[in-house]
């Protein structure tokens, strides 16, 4: 127990969740910020080989945090890490092609974006944001061996364990796609962080803790956990305008969080609780907006009820 009183072993502070920023403390020694980046992907829920318009709570941008660049990945890059170093100077970086499916492509299309970044001293690691069915085993091999030179991080958009959700959103692949590619990433040195989404139409509650539980379940290292955000011009806000759906309020959503996190092993790092929806684009919930009230609240929470990351377990 830490001088917080805290009774969770990964934590230096009040936070009863194994944080992200606990773990690059402790792994970099020193304060790293994930850079993120358009490299120009495309998807097969969009070009037409499994689908058109891709998942239906995609946008645009890929569901990026950024507005779409058309620069060069290096100017790109260099004005990220400007910014985060105006926040954190001299900090390093991780290089986060965020944007659409940053493996769907040919192997040489890969190495032109992300060998400059495993070359950089300011780069301590990299993290691609894929799809479990566009990482073929020529690829896996690609970045296995960008890890023998830096940490690297296979992003893994799931979003939820039920197939009939899957189906729903035009996600493109099933949940055994997902578990036939972590069994393969789970045989090398790459790290695994998984993305659920919160709130998708015709889950209840029961069916998002149990998607937790399951991937909390699995060889993997990360989680990324986010409220659904309906965003302008996406087919879902479409569905919603017309057959409107229940949409978890702050209150829930902070309940909801700290039940998933009662059933995530202790170890597995959890890289986000909240997501960044472009406030302009967002259609609802507004309250996604108040990122660090979110986080007061989970913590909040997790002190009143005296709970932390994997007691359920």
Not at 24 to 35: E, M
Not at 164 to 175: F, L, Q, V, W
Not at 179 to 195: A, F, M
Not at 202 to 225: F, N, Q, W
Request: aromatic letters at 8%.
């Amino acid at each position: 127990m830490n001088r917080y009183n805290n009774p969770f072993p990964f934590s230096d502070d009040n936070k009863r969740y194994h944080t992200w920023n606990h773990y690059l403390k402790h792994r970099f020694h020193t304060k790293v910020a994930k850079v993120p980046l358009d490299a120009g992907f495309t998807c097969p829920n969009r070009d037409g080989t499994k689908g058109w318009g891709g998942c239906t709570f995609c946008t645009a941008a890929g569901s990026g945090d950024t507005i779409p660049s058309h620069e060069d990945l290096a100017v790109q890059f260099e004005q990220g890490l400007a910014q985060m170093r105006r926040k954190w100077p001299g900090c390093d970086a991780i290089a986060y092609f965020q944007a659409y499916t940053n493996t769907y492509a040919p192997l040489e299309r890969l190495q032109e974006c992300f060998d400059p970044f495993v070359e950089r001293a300011d780069v301590c690691a990299l993290a691609i944001a894929t799809r479990a069915d566009c990482l073929s085993k020529e690829a896996i091999a690609y970045l296995c061996r960008l890890a023998e030179q830096k940490e690297i991080w296979v992003e893994l958009g799931l979003q939820s364990i039920h197939d009939a959700t899957a189906e729903a959103i035009h996600r493109g692949h099933g949940y055994q796609d997902f578990l036939t590619c972590v069994q393969r990433l789970s045989q090398t040195p790459l790290k695994i962080c998984v993305h659920l989404i919160n709130s998708l139409p015709g889950e209840d509650v029961p069916m998002m803790i149990e998607s937790a539980r399951t991937v909390g379940s699995l060889p993997i290292h990360a989680v990324k956990l986010h409220m659904l955000h309906l965003m302008k011009g996406t087919q879902l806000a479409q569905s919603y305008a017309a057959h409107p759906f229940h949409l978890l309020s702050m209150s829930e959503y902070v309940d909801l969080i700290v039940a998933q996190l009662e059933v995530l092993p202790a170890h597995i790092i959890i890289q986000r609780l909240t997501g960044d929806g472009l406030s302009r684009d967002l259609l609802a919930p507004l309250w996604t907006q108040k990122k660090v009230q979110v986080l007061n609240e989970i913590d909040k929470a997790m002190v009143r009820r005296n709970t932390w990351q994997g007691r359920c377990l």
